[in-house]
């Protein structure tokens, strides 16, 4: 009987052990997606939307063959491919949910590009070209110039394909939550008319439901951006 009850006593005192000991917790689910910023392009898959190869206005020299956004806990990510010539860019438009941005880029310090969105505002504005580019915070009150916190990477062969990865902390996001959402247009741009009134734009990503004012490339300014693609881990 005590034997018995030793071994009832030494399961017991064993169950209680097991009971004790930390059990490991279920780690989180990373937020998002991270790239890894080189310039290949090779991560995104189908979050890199294609573009229509012979769209451009102002043909093959002048064309979108793909961008994509995206972010992870801290980072914004973009990417694109494209072709361009002379003082044309790659821009590319951003609206990112909480934030405050402003309703058009009348205040973008190079002074010709007149650019709206339709639903939302814009937060941050990129525009690049063979191998540098300019970024820009945008606020109310303007635009800020983010260049030096951002990460670039180009790969500058038959096409320009970019890179880019924003800390989102520069929006005041510290750390990026499910709930997150953010939305892009790209464009590639020129200038606007001497007077401000036609915006030059040779092909976007998403199509754009624009008519041209002049020839076949100039819009009314400001050009309203009513389509984007969007980004949220939820779906």
């Not at 229509?52 to 973009?78: H, M, P, R, V």
Request: contains cysteine.
């Amino acid at each position: 009987m005590k034997k018995v009850l030793w071994l009832f006593i030494a399961v017991l005192m064993a169950l209680v052990v097991t009971s004790c000991v930390e059990q490991p917790q279920p780690q989180p689910q990373p937020i998002g997606k991270t790239i890894t910023v080189d310039g290949a392009l090779t991560e995104w898959g189908t979050l890199l939307v294609t573009d229509l190869a012979t769209d451009s206005k102002w043909g093959s020299a002048n064309e979108l063959y793909a961008a994509g956004i995206c972010f992870d806990a801290t980072q914004l990510y973009i990417g694109g491919e494209y072709t361009k010539e002379g003082y044309n860019n790659f821009m590319v438009i951003v609206d990112i949910s909480g934030v405050e941005g402003a309703t058009n880029t009348a205040q973008h310090e190079w002074e010709n590009r007149m650019y709206a969105v339709e639903n939302g505002d814009i937060d941050l504005v990129i525009e690049a070209w063979d191998n540098g580019f300019e970024a820009w915070k945008v606020t109310p009150d303007g635009f800020v110039k983010i260049t030096d916190s951002v990460s670039k990477a180009f790969n500058a062969g038959e096409h320009i394909k970019a890179e880019f990865a924003i800390p989102l902390e520069i929006f005041g996001i510290t750390k990026a939550s499910t709930e997150l959402t953010v939305k892009a247009a790209f464009v590639l741009t020129g200038g606007t008319t001497d007077n401000g009134t036609v915006q030059w734009a040779a092909d976007f990503l998403p199509e754009q439901e624009a008519t041209p004012v002049s020839g076949d490339s100039g819009y009314q300014a400001p050009l309203v951006l009513k389509s984007m693609i969007t980004y949220s881990p939820e779906h």
